[in-house]
């Protein structure tokens, strides 16, 4: 395998912060632009999408949420159907 062919093999391969995005999408069954939306503050997670991302980093829903966040914005949709 020749050095290019590495390379764009490498470059092809998904990033952490890929990663992260699509573990979460696909544990709150989000699209991942709805997930990116929340990460860049466009739009919140609800209350159960939150807790779900809470469970799977196993980090405080608190801690990933401050209060003084632009996330913590409530959504009236509590479902976790794709959209």
Same mark, same amino acid.
């Given at each position: ?6 390379? %764009? ?19 709150? #069954? ?27 980093? %196993? ?8 209060? %003084?966040?632009?996330? #913590? ?5 509590? %479902?976790?159907?794709?959209?």
């Amino acid at each position: 395998m020749t050095l290019k062919e590495i390379y %764009n093999f490498e470059k092809e391969k998904p990033t952490p912060a890929q990663l992260l995005v699509t573990k979460i999408a696909d544990a709150t #069954c989000r699209e991942e632009a709805t997930v990116r939306q929340w990460l860049s503050g466009t739009q919140s997670p609800n209350a159960k999408a939150k807790e779900k991302i809470s469970q799977i980093l %196993n980090i405080p829903v608190d801690e990933l949420f401050p209060a %003084n966040d632009a996330f #913590c914005e409530e959504s009236d949709n509590d %479902n976790f159907t794709k959209i």
